[in-house]
């Protein structure tokens, strides 16, 4: 007989092989009874590796309870070990952690401040829901005055062009005086120049007078908002825009750069003192009109007459005085003895001026007009 496993007729007896293995049957791991032990050990050997790499291991899993993510990754052409399982499941939670980092932000995007407007019962921070409530709030409450308004309109206004017309006509009827209103022909913030009367269009502070023509016209004075035009002319301001404009310029230097609402300009009159008369001299050329006349001397040869005084005799022809027609007769006070009478030059005297420079003179002091050509206006002016 030969030898088996060391049971019958072996000559050379192994331990492992003289075992024999007096069990149940396990299918499972292909273990029988009977079996040697070195059988068993290789039977179990064999199990425990595939255990552990898990290539051994086929769990039985319902079908029905794997999600459509779970069969995403599970291979379906060969018998699944947990090893299929446990890959699956990785690669499952990974795809799930990419969602959830897909939804935290969009979350955080939503959950972001908000700008809230007209929202109440919310701050910028406040949660989606809790902004959404607010928004449905808001919209009911807009519908809610929408029907309202609705029924008003429908109520009291009229979409008929036949009865609008009958209602305007009606209304310039009735309230007729109100298409006189001086603000409907002009223009707000306008100075208009005016030359009409002030009784009755506005009051002592130059205010149009309410329930009148004239309500919201002021005249230009300084007061409700106007300008005070009074004694002035407007000038066009250098400062329009952005553009910066040069002010024309006149002997002696620039005009100002004229700003609206800034400092008054210019003068009625202006008085020249001696920093504003230009450096001058006055020359002037005179001639005398003196003629040509002679000087005569007393020629006296009577010791007696030592006095200066002379009197007059009525010797006729002797000599005239210069300019006078009427004939006189000298002599020496004290003596008979007629002087005679001598020309102190032979060459007749001329008297003749040249030119003459006159001196500065201090003259009234008054300054003159600078008012040009002008006529006197109120100005008025339309304040909304």
Not at 274 to 285: D, F, G, L, S, Y
Request: charged share 10%.
């Amino acid at each position: 007989m030969a030898c088996q496993n060391c049971f019958n007729g072996c000559a050379e007896i192994v331990s492992d092989r003289c075992i024999r293995y007096t069990g149940v049957d396990i299918p499972s791991l292909g273990i029988a009874t009977g079996d040697s032990l070195s059988n068993i050990e290789a039977s179990l050997s064999t199990f425990l590796i595939s255990a552990l790499n898990g290539i051994g291991i086929h769990p039985v899993i319902d079908p029905d309870i794997l999600c459509s993510l779970i069969n995403k990754y599970l291979p379906t052409c060969r018998p699944l070990t947990i090893i299929d399982f446990i890959d699956t499941l990785i690669k499952a939670t990974c795809d799930l952690q990419e969602q959830v980092n897909i939804n935290t932000s969009a979350i955080a995007t939503l959950n972001a401040d908000y700008t809230i407007g007209c929202l109440t019962g919310v701050v910028a921070s406040s949660d989606t829901h809790l902004i959404v409530q607010a928004v449905i709030t808001k919209l009911c409450s807009v519908d809610t005055t929408l029907t309202a308004l609705s029924l008003t309109l429908s109520t009291n206004y009229s979409s008929n062009g036949a009865e609008l017309d009958a209602y305007i006509a009606n209304y310039l009827t009735t309230h007729g005086a109100s298409t006189t209103l001086m603000s409907n022909k002009m223009i707000p913030y306008v100075a208009y120049p005016y030359f009409g009367n002030l009784t009755g269009k506005f009051d002592g502070t130059g205010a149009g007078i309410p329930a009148t023509d004239w309500v919201n016209v002021n005249l230009c004075n300084g007061l409700h908002g106007t300008p005070d035009m009074r004694g002035l002319v407007p000038v066009g301001a250098t400062t329009m825009g952005t553009i910066t404009v040069d002010p024309r310029t006149a002997p002696g230097g620039a005009n100002p750069s004229y700003i609206v609402g800034g400092s008054l300009y210019g003068y009625n009159s202006i008085l020249l003192d001696a920093t504003t008369v230009p450096n001058h001299t006055h020359t002037a050329t005179a001639t005398a009109s003196v003629p040509s006349h002679f000087h005569y001397e007393f020629s006296n040869t009577d010791a007696t007459g030592t006095n200066s005084r002379v009197s007059t005799l009525t010797y006729p022809n002797v000599v005239k005085q210069w300019g006078d027609t009427t004939a006189y007769s000298y002599e020496i006070e004290g003596s008979l003895t007629i002087p005679t009478l001598g020309k102190t030059d032979s060459v007749p005297l001329v008297i003749t001026v040249n030119s003459v420079t006159v001196a500065p003179t201090t003259l009234g002091g008054n300054a003159h007009s600078n008012i040009q050509p002008s006529i006197a206006s109120y100005y008025i002016m339309y304040i909304p």
